[in-house]
């Protein structure tokens, strides 16, 4: 007689068996049933079996199971395993949080752009997506300011290969940043915007090693306020300078900022 074996599931219905990856610190990974990314924090063991805490681009901590083919690795279904005391070195990432790409060449600059307003903003996108921009082909550029933003896209004549995204300080109901906005209807551009006066207020006070940004009465130039309140000199470029160096990675903004950039980034790199 014939003999067969226990399972009798056919070959080419058996789930091929998922690569075991350590989940090493900073390792990127998606978690597939409820589509949560983040970096790997930590591993346990529980009573329940081990478990791994992502944390997301915002802060956020969330504690799964390490089950098999539990968890997505650069699109591919992997298995999560404990790292070895003497694993391989941990991937480093970029101070966007996405995972770095030794020796990658910066890709041609596409005709898409992003525009900012100012040198401020350029710098801070600079310093915390530098990498990234460079790996997609982005050249950011910075405007002076909104108000002539309507005739500043007709020049740009953009398409759908020149797409341009335009982050805007202060954008709320009622300013006159959206009302300038609102003239923007051209599906190939994209403007968004975060509340603050000004991009200094998307740094996080606690990196800069304040309580709080302080409130400016209006009419006063709102940087100088800052440094008045705060007692620092009045040379609103160093001011600035000092909180750049506190910028050391996207933990360092708030959401309401990290949130627009990589917004604009999807818009000008994705397919229409």
């Not at 968890?71 to 996405?98: D, I, N, Q």
């Not at 000199?233 to 750049?244: D, V, Y």
Request: charged fraction near 25%.
């Amino acid at each position: 007689m014939r003999s067969y074996q226990p399972d009798l599931t056919p070959p080419w219905k058996k789930s091929a068996p998922a690569p075991e990856v350590p989940a090493e610190p900073d390792l990127v990974v998606e978690e597939t049933v409820t589509g949560f990314c983040g970096a790997v924090i930590r591993c346990e063991k529980t009573a329940q079996g081990p478990t791994v805490t992502l944390e997301d681009r915002f802060g956020k901590h969330r504690v799964f199971p390490m089950e098999p083919r539990g968890f997505l690795l650069e699109g591919r279904v992997v298995t999560l395993v404990r790292p070895s005391a003497a694993g391989p070195a941990r991937p480093s990432r970029t101070a966007s949080g996405s995972v770095a790409v030794p020796g990658a060449r910066a890709r041609v600059a596409r005709a898409g752009r992003i525009y900012v307003e100012g040198r401020h903003d350029a710098e801070l996108v600079e310093r915390v997506w530098g990498d990234d921009l460079r790996i997609e082909g982005v050249v950011v550029e910075y405007l002076e300011g909104v108000d002539d933003l309507p005739s500043i896209v007709r020049e740009f004549a953009p398409g759908p290969d020149a797409r341009l995204g335009v982050l805007v300080d202060h954008l709320v109901p009622g300013s006159k940043e959206s009302r300038i906005a609102a003239q923007v209807t051209d599906a190939n551009v994209l403007v968004v915007g975060h509340p603050y006066i000004d991009v200094w207020e998307a740094v996080k006070p606690s990196s800069v090693g304040i309580p709080g940004w302080p409130a400016v009465p209006r009419g006063q130039d709102w940087k100088t306020g800052v440094c008045r309140a705060l007692g620092w000199p009045e040379n609103t470029g160093a001011a600035w300078q000092h909180i750049l160096s506190k910028v050391g990675s996207y933990k360092d903004l708030e959401p309401q900022l990290l949130g627009r950039v990589e917004e604009l980034i999807d818009f000008v790199t994705l397919p229409s």
